[in-house]
């Protein structure tokens, strides 16, 4: 395991890149091993993935990269926002789930209007791969839904057992969450697969130090430390 030091408030990883953002909403993306400035815009979440790269302001203006830098899109005010599977999806403050389908995704120009399309349930975090999309709501439940990357359509929400604050789910279907009291633990379902995307379990994974935040890609799995700090495990 290596460590990075920095003062870091949210991390990503997808499509083989990694960005964060830090305390005072500087964007960063991964070169090799140090930090580069991603885009001049001040944000406080950034994503990324096979849709691109994404950002959210402290405005809750959602953000694409292009050409150099971030530009701000019309439409809709989202706290999160995952890039992950062609697709884009994320959550109001109001904990609508909301999503742009893979051709918008892809077409939007410069200060363009995003037709975001409105998914049932309510959500506080949500992330999606290849085998589907997974999120957790206000009471901390777990639920999963297979959201197409073409018409964002959903065929229904289930919940599954645990207790998260925050998931995300790699290229590669793998699914780790974070509980509330950041107690050490980050936990990771098993045995997923197409046959069942739900995996079978969820197992513990034990740290040393309080994680606040979780992203894998890669085989690299990369997790914020409430001090602001972010570990490269392999």
């Avoid at 400035?37 to 959602?62: E, M």
């Avoid at 639920?143 to 790699?170: L, R």
Wanted: glycine fraction near 12%.
């Amino acid at each position: 395991m290596d460590r990075e030091h920095f003062a870091a408030t949210q991390i990503d990883a997808g499509n083989g890149m990694v960005v964060m953002t830090d305390k005072n909403s500087n964007a960063f993306f991964l070169s090799d091993s140090s930090w580069s400035k991603l885009g001049s815009v001040a944000l406080k979440h950034v994503s990324v993935g096979s849709a691109g790269v994404w950002g959210i302001d402290r405005d809750n203006t959602v953000y694409k990269f292009a050409a150099g830098d971030f530009f701000p899109t019309r439409g809709l005010s989202l706290i999160q926002v995952d890039a992950g599977e062609g697709q884009v999806v994320g959550v109001t403050s109001q904990n609508s789930i909301h999503c742009l389908n893979g051709s918008s995704a892809s077409s939007i120009e410069k200060e363009g209007v995003l037709n975001w399309n409105t998914i049932s349930g309510a959500l506080m975090y949500i992330s999606c791969g290849p085998l589907g999309c997974w999120g957790v709501n206000s009471a901390q439940k777990i639920y999963f839904g297979k959201v197409s990357p073409g018409t964002c359509g959903i065929s229904s929400w289930s919940q599954v057992d645990g207790v998260a604050v925050k998931v995300e789910v790699g290229s590669d279907g793998r699914v780790f969450v974070v509980n509330q009291s950041g107690n050490y633990l980050s936990l990771s379902r098993a045995n997923i697969s197409k046959a069942l995307p739900q995996g079978t379990a969820l197992s513990q994974i034990s740290f040393c130090v309080i994680i606040k935040h979780v992203t894998y890609d890669l085989g690299r799995l990369w997790l914020l430390t409430d001090a602001g700090g972010i570990l490269n495990c392999i």
